[in-house]
């Protein structure tokens, strides 16, 4: 404890401002990281809202026959179920 109380005022001036500048860098660090993981949620979060909308958006057939022939078109084009 001796030896802290020796060090000149300016040192501690010095390794105050480090461990401030130590601090800063790894508060920008983790907020950063945050803000990826944030964005990254609302692009997760965009995609559903847009399958959701493309399938809100499909006509379903009334009866049997009609879902027959749109199965047999969907097969024709290539498209995976």
Known sequence: MGGWLALGSKVRGWLYAAGAVSVA???????GKSDAEEAEHERELNEYV??????????IPNDAH????????????????
């Open 25 to 31: 860098i790894v508060v920008a660090y983790f907020r």
């Open 50 to 59: 847009e399958t959701r909308r493309r399938m809100d958006e499909t006509t």
């Open 66 to 81: 009609d879902v027959r022939e749109w199965l047999r078109k969907r097969g024709q084009s290539g498209s995976d179920l």
